[in-house]
């Protein structure tokens, strides 16, 4: 008759690791009767072949790229859109048919990420 020995077996308990902290997010406070920063309509207008798919992407949607379309209602070429912007410089391309192009007519420019430019537009 064999006889087995069951050895003791040690359970291993990993050493407990505390969690990051969590990133403290400001609540928006309104106040009542505190002024509301005005929008105003600002004008995205670019030259493209008829028929294109123009949009506008920028720092003001997220740079979605489908997010606001450019329309050219006369048919001659001439894209454009209104979107209402507070106050502020925002970055911005156009997207024609696929393609991210800077605005041609914008003489303020900033370099991104990608190597490329983004024009800027100022709001006041």
């Not at 050219?72 to 696929?98: C, M, R, S």
Request: charged letters at 25%.
């Amino acid at each position: 008759m064999k006889k087995t020995v069951k050895a003791a077996t040690k359970k291993v308990v990993a050493p407990k690791v505390p969690k990051a902290p969590k990133a403290v997010v400001e609540p928006k406070v309104k106040v009542a009767g505190a002024p509301k920063a005005k929008t105003q309509r600002v004008i995205f207008s670019v030259r493209a072949k008829e028929g294109s798919k123009v949009f506008v992407a920028g720092s003001f949607n997220d740079w979605d790229p489908t997010a606001k379309q450019l329309l050219d209602k006369k048919n001659e070429g001439l894209f454009t859109a209104t979107i209402n912007l507070e106050p502020g410089a925002y970055q911005y391309k156009f997207v024609i048919d696929g393609i991210w192009c800077a605005d041609p007519e914008c003489t303020d420019w900033v370099h991104n990420d990608h190597g490329t430019l983004n024009s800027v537009k100022n709001v006041e």
